[in-house]
């Protein structure tokens, strides 16, 4: 792919097995356990290999974020909020076939996002989207190859204008690629060869005659 890459999600959201509160109390948030058990089915039925969400991890993650200056912890919101937007996008491209997994997990994620009864209100001053944006986060693995893919597949569009329909133009866009790929690899290995064979000794390789 030409597109350059996303970069990693920066910095990273302190949800692991080591990061919890050591009070876990509701200083900063009020958690209620039914919504956190059903938050964390919701994020293993997009992700079966992410973290468990329990309180402890939820408050320090909500600990960590009222810690951070307000225009770095706005930052870190709008950059998830940003990538998720292409993950909308994806979805409702007519130009894009998304694969049925993928187009599955990511419509429970949004469905998710998108709807008013969720594990913190949006209104919540500063921490009413840290939900949106951790589930994001935990389930990105899902969805970043093929989204990677998507981006690059829009820059093709936009530089390229492929003719005909949807499946016209993904074919144009992946053959395409696949030639810029096989060519770099021929550069690569000419860069590699040797254009005169050098088998007798350095002297003996080259004669001027007066």
């Known amino acids: 792919m ?5 970069h990693p999600l920066s910095p990273p959201l302190p949800f692991g097995p080591d990061a919890t509160s050591v009070t876990a109390n509701d200083a900063v948030m009020a958690w209620q356990p039914t919504q956190v058990s059903r ?7 997009v992700n079966p290999d992410a973290p468990r969400v329990d309180i402890p991890r ?4 909500a600990e960590w974020m009222v810690e951070q200056p307000p225009a770095e912890a706005r930052g870190i919101m709008q950059t998830r909020l940003d990538r998720i937007e292409w993950v909308r ?3 409702e491209d007519p130009d894009w076939d998304t694969a ?3 187009r599955a997990r990511a419509r429970r994620m949004l469905d998710y996002l998108d709807s008013d009864d969720d594990l913190i209100p949006d209104q919540t001053p500063l921490l009413g989207r840290l939900d949106d944006v951790l589930l994001f986060d935990l389930a990105w693995e899902s969805f970043e190859a093929e989204t990677e893919e998507y981006r690059d597949f829009c820059d093709y569009r936009r530089t ?3 003719a005909g329909d949807a499946s016209t133009q ?3 866009w992946m053959r395409d690629r696949l030639a810029e790929l ?4 021929h550069n690569a290995r000419v860069r590699e060869g040797h254009y005169v064979e050098t088998r007798l000794p350095p002297d003996e390789r080259f004669h001027v005659v007066a």
């Open 2 to 6: 030409r597109t350059v890459p996303f």
């Open 39 to 45: 938050f964390d089915a919701l994020l293993h039925e």
């Open 58 to 61: 939820l408050q320090a993650l």
């Open 89 to 91: 996008a994806m979805l």
């Open 100 to 102: 049925a997994g993928t």
């Open 160 to 162: 390229e204008h492929p």
């Open 170 to 172: 993904q074919a144009a």
């Open 182 to 185: 096989a060519q770099l690899r």
